[in-house]
């Protein structure tokens, strides 16, 4: 198909994405200088896409006086297994209560409070103090509804239903803007930009049973790998314990929050056995995200699962009144597919959650590209090898607040360039390849394709050969990727759309599979049962992947910089 | 009665380009929502088919389509298993984008005109002490959680049929700011409610509070301004 004309839009900082990271960093970037012109991209509607949204937990914080960063840092690093980059993960928590206040001052959030009228924090799985800030079970409504509403202060450019396509340079490779798809109309711009700040999100979506919302298809950490910057930690994909599974519907993979096991619930396989005696006999259900995921997921695996394909969640025995106050949000999902929280056993399965890895970035969100901003779950390093409960939307936040600032920096420094237009229609050719196709594959086979053998051979537990066989499904799918057909029009084609995630995807899913090869030992989230222990001997090393000129990808490993915290003794 | 269940079910969807199919037989599952039926339609019948949807589980608000007439957010609306014909229509008052997707501008339009983001007290430099039972709290806290996707003001008699109102939604937020003891602007915003666009021109018919997906009660909020435009405040 000929590439229609394109506006060229100029603006200081583009910001892809509009969930935490991504309005957050316009709030700081404007605050900063009010006299920029900001610029935010989002795939679906502004505000109400992705992941920030559908936070039921919360977000810690150290605001007690009893509690401090260095604790909610050593948390922090004891969960993720000691692989975190020390830097993000230290700023995350001195950040963090900054940030609270901020949401509640400026943003007007209001988060739930003690009877004394101060801000209460609960308990959350992994931590060592009761630090989690929250309102109710819908959190992410309450801070992405207020940050939603100071746009209409602020004001930027909002370009919603808008793709972001690639990356696009000048011809002496320096960052000068993105190539945006306007998903309504089908035309195509260049958003020519001083600074671009990434945080679309992760690509958990990946995977057969997962808990995200749609927009979440790693279309920037895919840009930044087509880009050439290098990526870490991606083999390391959070499994939630209890995703709810309904059969075909879409509900499957939703999250059955954490607090049911804090409170009590217990896990049973499909002979009734509470299996988690023989995983973990001292916390039993309330073990940590990784340890239950792979208890659930080996119990179905060797035939004592449920018919459903799944383990049992019952809190039925502290009866139904207590259990539909404490978790009316959760009764009414089971309800949904004609199950009861309150009354008996629900089927779950672990759920694909939250990836870990991502861009490296240092503390400022800076990537090795100048002008380029990556910010939030885009980003990797914070988290290590396992994310505690309550510090996703903390990460995402801190960080897009110190996006903004950064930008708002670099914004004044920074000339626009010229566009290298060669690069640009390539960008725009492969983008509109699928709909000048008479034949091809469907987007939605693909998809599907690729969510069975992430699940099969990527998933809570791996191995060699089958991580092996899958680096080559994922090599044909790749091949057939390139034949997808859609049939038009432009304006207004979400399987159109469905081709574009899946190529992003596609492109995320060998980063995850070629750096879990490389790992040969078992960390946090990440479990080899070819190399069942963990090994800090050799293995105390992050896994950097990323393209060469060739677009071959490489991988490669790094030591854990320890110069906060040396390696405590191993819990 | 007793339940009948159905292998199929008759979905008929209302198409923005003439000539487009506009009724499936859809194979059922179990469970089933009115967004599995949208999906099914597109993944194996009609790729052209046009819906929104985000996070499937009633957090954001953007799915929002009229399910036999009525406005409900179709990943929490079951098709239940006696259903056999489902009729889907895109939100009523708002300008079709395609299909079932609708442009949200008017309703974000009013949304602004209440000045919908806390203007905040001078020295408000950390987070409020506000204790939990507190009238203003018993006052706010059932009318927050709105997720903005405007089945109250397809549902609105008055907002859908592109009358000069501020409607239910945007007149909920701003009671919430009204009562918020943060906020500096409650002058401005009575003001803005108590305007001839505002909350007189309600006229009771009570249908956003009955479809709002999260048991709000606009309706509720519309009267409490009344009352508090002529006395200041709460």
């Given at each position: 198909?000929?590439?229609?004309?394109?506006?060229?839009?100029?603006?200081?900082?583009?910001?892809?994405?509009?969930?935490?990271?991504?309005?957050?960093?316009?709030?700081?970037?404007?605050?900063?200088?009010?006299?920029?012109?900001?610029?935010?991209?989002?795939k679906?509607?502004?505000?109400?896409?992705?992941?920030?949204?559908?936070?039921?937990?919360?977000?810690?914080?150290?605001?007690?006086?009893?509690?401090?960063?260095?604790?909610?840092?050593?948390?922090?690093?004891?969960?993720?297994?000691?692989?975190?980059?020390?830097?993000?993960?230290?700023?995350?928590?001195?950040?963090?209560?900054?940030?609270?206040?901020?949401?509640?001052?400026?943003?007007?959030?209001?988060?739930?409070?003690?009877?004394?009228?101060?801000?209460?924090?609960?308990?959350?799985?992994?931590?060592?103090?009761?630090?989690?800030?929250?309102?109710?079970?819908?959190?992410?409504?309450?801070?992405?509804?207020?940050?939603?509403?100071?746009?209409?202060?602020?004001?930027?450019?909002?370009?919603?239903?808008?793709?972001?396509?690639?990356?696009?340079?000048?011809?002496?490779?320096?960052?000068?803007?993105?190539?945006?798809?306007?998903?309504?109309?089908?035309a195509?711009?260049?958003?020519?930009?001083?600074?671009?700040?990434?945080?679309?999100?992760?690509?958990?979506?990946?995977?057969?049973?997962?808990?995200?919302?749609?927009?979440?298809?790693?279309?920037?950490?895919?840009?930044?790998?087509?880009?050439?910057?290098?990526?870490?930690?991606?083999?390391?994909?959070?499994?939630?314990?209890?995703?709810?599974?309904?059969?075909?519907?879409?509900?499957?993979?939703?999250?059955?929050?954490?607090?049911?096991?804090?409170?009590?619930?217990?896990?049973?396989?499909?002979?009734?056995?509470?299996?988690?005696?023989r995983?973990?006999?001292?916390?039993?259900?309330?073990?940590?995200?990784?340890?239950?995921?792979?208890?659930?997921?080996?119990?179905?695996?060797?035939?004592?699962?449920?018919?459903?394909?799944?383990?049992?969640?019952?809190?039925?025995?502290?009866?139904?009144?207590?259990?539909?106050?404490?978790?009316?949000?959760?009764?009414q999902?089971?309800?949904?597919?004609?199950?009861?929280?309150?009354?008996?056993?629900?089927?779950?399965?672990?759920?694909?959650?939250?990836?870990?890895?991502?861009?490296?970035?240092?503390?400022?969100?800076?990537?090795?590209?100048?002008?380029?901003?990556?910010?939030?779950?885009?980003?990797?390093?914070?988290?290590?090898?396992?994310?505690?409960?309550?510090?996703?939307?903390?990460?995402?936040?801190v960080f897009?607040?110190?996006?903004?600032?950064?930008?708002?920096?670099?914004?004044?420094?920074?000339?626009?360039?010229e566009?290298?237009?060669?690069?640009?229609?390539?960008?725009?050719?492969?983008a509109?390849?699928?709909?000048?196709?008479?034949?091809?594959?469907?987007?939605?086979?693909?998809?599907?394709?690729?969510?069975?053998?992430?699940?099969?051979?990527?998933?809570?537990?791996?191995?060699?050969?089958?991580?092996?066989?899958?680096?080559?499904?994922?090599d044909?799918?790749?091949?057939?990727?390139?034949?997808?057909?859609v049939?038009?029009?432009?304006?207004?084609?979400?399987a159109?759309?469905?081709?574009?995630?899946?190529?992003?995807?596609?492109?995320?899913?060998?980063?995850?599979?070629?750096?879990a090869?490389?790992?040969?030992?078992?960390?946090?989230a990440?479990?080899?049962?070819d190399?069942?222990?963990?090994?800090?001997?050799?293995?105390?090393?992050?896994?950097?992947?990323?393209?060469?000129?060739?677009?071959?990808?490489?991988?490669?490993?790094?030591?854990?910089?320890?110069?906060?915290?040396?390696?405590?003794?191993?819990? | 009665?007793?339940e009948?269940?159905?292998?199929?079910?008759?979905?008929?969807?209302?198409?923005?380009?003439?000539?487009?199919?506009?009724?499936?037989?859809?194979?059922?599952?179990?469970?089933?929502?009115?967004?599995?039926?949208?999906?099914?339609?597109?993944?194996?019948?009609?790729?052209?088919?046009a819906?929104?949807?985000?996070?499937?589980?009633?957090?954001?608000?953007?799915?929002?389509?009229?399910?036999?007439?009525?406005?409900?957010?179709?990943?929490?609306?079951?098709?239940?298993?006696?259903v056999?014909?489902?009729?889907?229509e895109?939100?009523?008052?708002?300008?079709?984008?395609?299909?079932?997707?609708?442009?949200?501008?008017?309703?974000?339009?009013?949304?602004?005109?209440?000045?919908?983001?806390?203007?905040p007290?001078?020295?408000?430099?950390?987070?409020?002490?506000?204790?939990?039972?507190?009238?203003?709290?018993?006052?706010?806290?059932?009318?927050?959680?709105?997720?903005?996707?405007?089945?109250?003001?397809?549902?609105c008699?008055?907002?859908?049929?592109?009358?000069?109102?501020?409607?239910?939604?945007?007149?909920?937020?701003?009671?919430?700011?009204?009562?918020?003891?943060?906020?500096?602007?409650?002058?401005?915003r009575?003001?803005?409610?108590?305007?001839?666009?505002?909350?007189?021109?309600?006229?009771?018919?009570?249908?956003?509070?009955?479809?709002?997906?999260?048991?709000?009660?606009?309706?509720?909020?519309?009267?409490?301004?009344?009352?508090?435009r002529?006395?200041?405040?709460?």
């Open positions: 198909m000929a590439m229609a004309a394109f506006e060229t839009i100029d603006t200081d900082v583009a910001v892809i994405g509009s969930g935490g990271a991504g309005l957050m960093c316009v709030l700081h970037a404007a605050a900063a200088d009010p006299s920029l012109d900001i610029t935010v991209v989002s679906g509607a502004v505000g109400r896409s992705g992941c920030t949204r559908m936070v039921q937990g919360g977000f810690n914080a150290a605001l007690d006086p009893d509690d401090s960063p260095e604790l909610h840092f050593d948390d922090t690093l004891k969960g993720g297994a000691y692989l975190n980059d020390q830097e993000l993960a230290w700023t995350l928590v001195c950040d963090a209560p900054k940030v609270i206040s901020e949401l509640e001052t400026v943003a007007g959030c209001f988060f739930d409070r003690r009877p004394d009228g101060r801000i209460f924090q609960k308990p959350f799985a992994g931590q060592s103090f009761d630090r989690t800030v929250h309102r109710g079970d819908l959190t992410g409504i309450e801070i992405m509804g207020r940050l939603r509403d100071q746009m209409f202060r602020l004001g930027p450019r909002e370009l919603e239903d808008a793709r972001a396509l690639d990356l696009i340079l000048d011809s002496s490779g320096e960052l000068a803007g993105v190539s945006v798809l306007d998903v309504r109309t089908g195509v711009a260049l958003l020519r930009a001083r600074v671009v700040v990434l945080a679309t999100g992760g690509a958990a979506t990946m995977y057969r049973i997962a808990a995200p919302a749609r927009e979440k298809t790693g279309d920037g950490v895919a840009m930044c790998m087509r880009a050439g910057l290098e990526l870490r930690d991606m083999e390391m994909l959070q499994f939630h314990p209890t995703g709810l599974l309904a059969g075909e519907s879409r509900l499957t993979g939703a999250v059955l929050e954490e607090g049911l096991r804090g409170a009590g619930a217990y896990l049973r396989n499909a002979e009734g056995e509470r299996y988690m005696e995983y973990d006999p001292e916390r039993m259900e309330r073990s940590t995200r990784d340890v239950v995921s792979r208890a659930g997921y080996l119990e179905i695996m060797e035939g004592r699962g449920t018919p459903e394909g799944g383990v049992l969640i019952d809190i039925s025995h502290l009866g139904i009144e207590e259990v539909e106050r404490r978790f009316p949000g959760m009764v999902r089971t309800r949904q597919i004609g199950a009861d929280l309150a009354r008996g056993p629900v089927p779950v399965s672990p759920t694909a959650h939250f990836h870990m890895g991502g861009a490296i970035i240092d503390r400022d969100c800076q990537t090795s590209i100048a002008g380029l901003l990556v910010a939030g779950e885009d980003a990797g390093g914070t988290h290590g090898a396992n994310r505690l409960g309550g510090n996703g939307v903390a990460e995402s936040t897009g607040a110190r996006a903004g600032d950064r930008a708002a920096v670099i914004a004044r420094e920074r000339d626009l360039r566009p290298d237009h060669g690069q640009l229609g390539r960008s725009v050719e492969r509109f390849a699928p709909l000048g196709r008479d034949s091809g594959a469907s987007p939605f086979e693909l998809t599907r394709a690729l969510k069975e053998v992430m699940w099969d051979s990527c998933g809570v537990v791996r191995d060699g050969e089958r991580l092996r066989a899958a680096a080559e499904t994922i044909d799918l790749a091949e057939r990727v390139r034949t997808v057909a049939p038009g029009p432009a304006e207004v084609n979400y159109w759309q469905e081709a574009l995630d899946v190529r992003n995807q596609l492109d995320v899913a060998r980063a995850v599979v070629v750096s090869l490389s790992r040969e030992e078992s960390r946090g990440h479990h080899r049962s190399f069942p222990e963990r090994d800090d001997e050799r293995w105390l090393r992050y896994v950097v992947v990323g393209l060469d000129s060739d677009g071959e990808l490489q991988s490669s490993s790094r030591p854990v910089a320890l110069e906060r915290r040396r390696l405590a003794s191993k819990a | 009665m007793a009948v269940e159905q292998a199929t079910v008759s979905v008929r969807v209302a198409r923005s380009d003439a000539g487009a199919e506009t009724t499936f037989e859809v194979e059922r599952f179990e469970p089933m929502t009115v967004l599995d039926l949208l999906l099914a339609i597109q993944r194996e019948q009609d790729l052209s088919i819906f929104r949807f985000s996070c499937r589980v009633g957090m954001c608000g953007t799915c929002t389509v009229r399910v036999d007439g009525r406005a409900a957010l179709a990943c929490t609306t079951p098709v239940e298993r006696d056999r014909d489902v009729q889907l895109p939100m009523a008052g708002l300008p079709v984008v395609r299909d079932l997707i609708v442009d949200m501008a008017p309703f974000w339009d009013e949304w602004a005109r209440v000045t919908p983001y806390l203007v007290r001078a020295g408000l430099d950390e987070p409020a002490v506000i204790e939990p039972d507190s009238e203003e709290r018993r006052r706010i806290d059932p009318s927050l959680d709105c997720i903005t996707c405007g089945a109250c003001y397809s549902s008699g008055v907002s859908a049929s592109g009358r000069d109102f501020l409607g239910p939604a945007a007149l909920t937020r701003a009671m919430v700011l009204v009562a918020d003891s943060r906020d500096a602007a409650r002058d401005e009575l003001r803005a409610v108590g305007q001839s666009d505002g909350v007189d021109r309600c006229r009771y018919i009570y249908g956003c509070s009955a479809v709002c997906p999260k048991g709000l009660d606009p309706a509720g909020a519309i009267r409490a301004l009344r009352r508090w002529l006395g200041g405040g709460p």
